[in-house]
């Protein structure tokens, strides 16, 4: 029987992190709520692939626009664009950033990986993060900072937002031979014989 409970998610640690000698932090943080590294590398992007992974349909550019100026709004900034060259705006720094040094590439599997790995990478902004999480322990930066020199904010990890945006992102960055398979002793306490179906289902990228 299959279960949609069980997922993949693209987990990357920004050139900031690196830098910053963070990945050990990071990883253990995932690896101690019990979810599972099924492939990881480090990878320099270029300027094609960066531009792959941030690329979105308009709808999708309307939408972190809106986002986006909400967020700022809420802090009493005024911007003065549509949503979607705010999007574009932000597509343009964070392909600049993500291609700035070497990145720690992850796919993580578990119950519900997608929601777990999103709340302990914490919000995008560290300054709207929940203490605890990743952004707001480890980073100090903000839009008001970053905003001034042109720049990405300083978030220090990439994490998928839903399994469609997983399953592209995942394939864009690794080879089917480059993720393996193999059982987790909380796998065996937690999950019942219908994950052996779902597991496969993964395995094969279906």
Do not use: C
């Amino acid at each position: 029987m299959k279960t949609p409970l069980h997922e993949r998610s693209l987990v990357l640690v920004k050139p900031d992190g690196v830098q910053r000698a963070l990945v050990g932090d990071i990883i253990s943080r995932f690896e101690k709520k019990g979810l599972k590294i099924v492939g990881m590398k480090m990878v320099w992007a270029d300027a094609k692939l960066a531009e792959e992974h941030y690329d979105m349909p308009k709808e999708d550019k309307q939408a972190l626009g809106e986002r986006t100026i909400a967020a700022y709004e809420e802090k009493g900034k005024k911007i003065d664009k549509t949503p979607v060259e705010v999007a574009e705006d932000v597509q343009r720094r964070l392909i600049k950033y993500i291609t700035t040094g070497p990145v720690v590439a992850m796919v993580i599997e578990g119950a519900h990986s997608i929601a777990h790995i999103r709340k302990i990478r914490g919000h995008t902004n560290p300054l709207a993060a929940d203490v605890g999480t990743i952004t707001a322990d480890l980073t100090i930066d903000s839009y008001f900072i970053s905003d001034p020199d042109e720049r990405a904010i300083r978030n220090l990890v990439h994490a998928s937002g839903s399994p469609e945006e997983a399953k592209r992102e995942i394939d864009l960055w690794f080879k089917k031979d480059e993720l393996h398979d193999y059982d987790l002793a909380i796998e065996k306490v937690l999950y019942s014989k219908d994950w052996e179906a779902t597991r496969k289902d993964l395995v094969e990228g279906k």
